[in-house]
């Protein structure tokens, strides 16, 4: 079946640094998703991602869908404590079902 | 608008009890999921509605689970009996079926369930 894998499992960041999450799927996805779950909170949307070599932005969160529909990454610039929490990648194979992956748990030291 | 809601938040119970949850789903949404949420893993589909229809149960454990959307609105999911593995948190999430954030999931705060 499908597999979703994210890596690194743990991230620690020092306030005001970069880093970057990645996703991979086992099978070509018709999309993916990302969710961000805050300690004891549920997850929230962040964004979906569709076309081959699509890349958004938000505000200094910047998503990737790779060209073979198969990875996505997450890339976070000048992190902030507000940034704390579970990211997950989660694919879709059509019809509203999705694949999480285990998720990239981040840790901001001020 | 209103979000998805849950209860109970939390439930402690015996192994071999049986449990039920309740979900109400945001007004108006179609599509509505249940999923399990084990400490340090992402969630794990259980079941998907259409409506009142399954769409995908091959996740479920059939043999102790059991979820109904009566008139394609609430629903419950049920454990009976309970083991210790299913201590877990468990979220249901709805989705419109139309319109340009069709496929964004909104999830509810989810229940906590303590097996022991």
């Known amino acids: 079946g499908q597999q979703v894998m994210q890596i690194p499992q743990y991230q620690h960041v020092q306030e005001g640094e970069d880093f970057t999450t990645y996703c991979n799927s086992s099978?070509?996805?018709?999309?993916i998703q990302w969710y961000k779950q805050r300690p004891g909170g549920h997850p929230v949307f962040l964004i979906q991602?569709?076309?081959?070599?699509e890349v958004k932005k938000q505000k200094r969160l910047t998503f990737q869908f790779g060209e073979a529909k198969k990875n996505s990454s997450l890339h976070i610039t000048a992190t902030q404590t507000t940034d704390v929490g579970t990211y997950f990648c989660?694919?879709?194979?059509?019809?509203?079902?999705?694949?999480f992956g285990a998720g990239t748990q981040v840790v901001v030291t001020p | 608008e209103a979000g998805v809601a849950q209860s109970p938040r939390y439930k402690i119970i015996e192994k071999r009890q049986s449990v039920a949850f309740w979900c109400n789903p945001i007004?108006?949404?179609?599509?509505l999921y249940w999923y399990q949420q084990i400490l340090g893993q992402g969630p794990k589909l259980l079941i998907q509605?259409?409506?009142?229809?399954?769409?995908?149960d091959s996740q479920l454990p059939k043999d102790r689970f059991s979820a109904e959307r009566l008139k394609g609105v609430d629903s419950t999911l049920k454990i009976q009996p309970a083991k210790l593995e299913d201590s877990a948190v468990y979220l249901c999430?709805?989705?419109?079926?139309?319109?340009?954030?069709?496929?964004?999931?909104?999830f509810g705060p989810g229940t906590r369930l303590t097996v022991l």
């Open positions: 999430a709805s989705r419109r079926t139309s319109g340009s954030s069709y496929n964004e999931q909104f």
């Open positions: 509605f259409q409506n009142n229809g399954v769409v995908d």
């Open positions: 991602l569709v076309k081959s070599g």
């Open positions: 099978t070509t996805l018709s999309n």
């Open positions: 007004s108006g949404h179609a599509t």
């Open positions: 989660a694919g879709a194979r059509g019809w509203g079902k999705l694949q």
